[in-house]
């Protein structure tokens, strides 16, 4: 298989592989958008696994990115993807709501090797390994990417059709022109986050 410019070397996997340990990849979807749930995901792949495909999901087309999701979900060992509500974010704050539900993942996972991207905690009996841009440096953290952002994207196409008037099909939440004269008109639905800045202002001169 060629190798692209856009390939993950597994260097973090090729440590810990030959050391007979399982180890699973982390990432979300969805921490900036101004509605809609946060999207959290994790992958077992086999020992050795290599796809030179699967990348950062934000770096890949659309139609790639559902072409790799199929592909993620026979070739993985295990997987397990986690849809944060907008209540839950809100309560918890984006961060929070994000860590916990990644430590919950990498507790559920049959691996003694965590892999995140750039997210930092601890779970007892396993090693977690937190890495900037992660999902372009590990093909375990690069799936768990493509798994929680098709995951979301699709969630967000569902909900445009219940709010058909804030184009969620293309913006899938986040805070664009469209959205926000969207938001200022037709006023703030029950998928919004209230906790972020943009919509709980318009929150406060609808009250007014």
Avoid at 34 to 45: I, R, T
Avoid at 67 to 75: A, L, R, S
Wanted: with cysteine; aromatic share 10%; proline share 5%.
């Amino acid at each position: 298989m060629k190798r692209t410019s856009k390939w993950c070397p597994n260097d973090y996997e090729h440590a810990y592989w030959p050391q007979g340990k399982m180890i699973v990849g982390i990432d979300e979807a969805g921490r900036g958008p101004l509605a809609g749930p946060l999207s959290v995901a994790g992958v077992v792949f086999p020992s050795g696994y290599e796809n030179f495909d699967i990348y950062d999901s934000k770096a890949l087309s659309e139609k790639k990115r559902e072409e790799m999701y199929k592909v993620i979900m026979e070739d993985a060992l295990w997987f397990e993807i986690l849809e944060i509500p907008v209540e839950e974010i809100d309560r918890l704050n984006i961060l929070e709501a994000d860590r916990k539900a990644m430590k919950q993942i990498a507790e559920d996972a049959p691996a003694e090797i965590i892999l995140t991207d750039a997210m930092s905690f601890q779970v007892d009996g396993k090693t977690t390994v937190d890495l900037i841009k992660g999902d372009q440096k590990s093909v375990s953290i690069a799936a768990g990417s493509i798994l929680a952002k098709v995951t979301r994207d699709r969630i967000m196409v569902q909900y445009s059709r219940e709010y058909p008037e804030y184009g969620f099909e293309k913006n899938k939440g986040y805070g664009t022109k469209q959205h926000m004269e969207a938001i200022h008109t037709y006023g703030i639905t029950p998928i919004h986050r209230r906790s972020y800045a943009p919509v709980r202002v318009v929150q406060e001169e609808l009250e007014l």
